[in-house]
């Protein structure tokens, strides 16, 4: 048996698994979904396969290492207790080179995650936001008691509690002209010109130097507002919303002060770097205890363990990136050097094994 047959034994192997177990954990998790919430949208039967899809393609980075985990276990198990990689080995076949396949999906995977986060994600992120907006399904993608700021062209400034996509509203908002003249607004349309507000209320500062209500209106034309349109949609797409070239270009200077929104952007960007790594370390990492021919070879704990840890990591990843954007940890501690650290023991491990 050529090492070639091999190969595409075990990519065959690798990909048939990996394919169902990827559709079954993407099916099992729209079952649960639909029937908790999503069957309250009342979507048509092309939106809802539409917002399903792009919701897939948002999951893509969790579930694809978890597939892959199971793939490669369950093809490197059921080779070992057939005695397939013992009749290999003692061909004078090596290890590595036998289980080359598995470094070529590992890697291929992680392009594809690159890619899918440089093209699919950002648009299939906005989609969903706003279909989930529309319907009041809102995931809390975003604390709802950050207060967000935006600098108008006029020199004013306009505070903001939240922005509806699907009507493209301003909620909870304060257009600041000056210290001593504050509108307060429900609701702020920026599209027209000028722009249009609902149920304001005009302050005003008084004698003794406190603001108070000068006028209230249930809609307002504010003739002295200015907006760029530019600097909305730099406001209002999130840094997770934005792929890795446009993160980069947005990326605060190293020897410059981090601001809030520079801290989102940086973790945003670092923990989309690293994520894609993920696959090396859940196709490589494990192989090493999946070889070894001894008996009885524990199937059920290498699962387990396989899977817990995969968990914990991307657990603390998750917790890299919070400690990130709250700027308590530098995103190269944080997120970079574990990654790099791990993915280089898993390969030196993968390639060492006799």
């Known amino acids: 048996m050529k090492p070639t047959i091999?190969?595409?034994?075990?990519l065959k192997e690798i990909v048939k698994v990996f394919a169902l177990v990827l559709s079954c954990l993407?099916?099992?998790?729209?079952?649960?979904?639909?029937?908790?919430?999503?069957?309250?949208?009342?979507l048509s039967f092309h939106d809802l396969s539409l917002y399903y899809f792009y919701t897939f393609v948002h999951r893509l980075d969790i579930l694809l290492p978890f597939?892959?985990?199971?793939?490669?276990?369950?093809?490197?198990?059921?080779s070992n207790l057939r005695q397939e990689l013992v009749a290999m080995r003692?061909?004078?076949?090596s290890t590595p080179r036998l289980l080359l396949p598995f470094m070529?999906?590992?890697?291929?995977?992680?392009?594809?995650?690159?890619?899918?986060?440089?093209?699919?994600?950002?648009?299939?992120t906005q989609w969903t936001n706003t279909i989930e907006d529309q319907y009041s399904l809102n995931t809390k993608r975003e604390d709802k008691r950050t207060v967000h700021h935006l600098n108008l062209a006029d020199g004013s400034r306009l505070l903001y509690l939240a922005y509806d996509r699907?009507?493209?509203?301003?909620?909870?908002?304060?257009?600041?002209?000056?210290?001593?003249?504050?509108?307060?607004?429900?609701?702020?349309k920026p599209d027209g010109t000028p722009p249009t507000a609902f149920h304001v209320e005009h302050l005003t500062r008084a004698a003794d130097g406190s603001l108070v209500p000068a006028a209230f209106y249930e809609q307002l034309a504010l003739t002295?507002?200015?907006?760029?349109?530019e600097e909305i949609a730099e406001t209002v797409i999130l840094p997770s919303e934005r792929s890795l070239t446009q993160l980069w270009e947005r990326l605060p200077s190293i020897d410059g002060e981090v601001t809030y929104t520079g801290a989102q952007i940086q973790a945003a960007f670092y923990k989309k770097t690293v994520m894609p790594w993920l696959c090396v370390i859940a196709l490589l990492a494990p192989a090493p205890f999946c070889v070894p021919h001894r008996r009885p070879l524990r199937v059920f704990v290498l699962f387990c363990f396989s899977m817990f840890s995969l968990f914990t990591l991307t657990v603390l990843l998750s917790m890299g990136h919070t400690l990130t954007q709250s700027q308590l940890l530098?995103?190269?501690?944080?997120?970079?050097?574990?990654?790099?650290?791990?993915?280089?023991?898993?390969?030196?491990?993968?390639?060492?094994?006799?």
């Open 104 to 124: 070529w999906v590992a890697f291929a995977a992680m392009g594809a995650m690159y890619l899918n986060i440089e093209y699919l994600v950002p648009k299939a």
């Open 67 to 78: 597939a892959l985990l199971v793939a490669g276990l369950k093809t490197l198990c059921q």
């Open 6 to 10: 091999l190969h595409r034994y075990y």
């Open 330 to 354: 530098d995103p190269w501690l944080a997120l970079v050097l574990p990654m790099a650290i791990l993915n280089a023991v898993a390969i030196v491990r993968f390639c060492r094994m006799p």
């Open 26 to 42: 993407f099916g099992l998790y729209i079952l649960i979904d639909y029937t908790s919430r999503a069957s309250a949208m009342r």
């Open 90 to 93: 003692a061909s004078g076949i």
């Open 224 to 229: 002295g507002m200015v907006f760029s349109q």
């Open 166 to 188: 699907s009507k493209h509203l301003f909620v909870n908002a304060f257009w600041i002209r000056s210290l001593d003249d504050i509108y307060r607004i429900s609701s702020l």
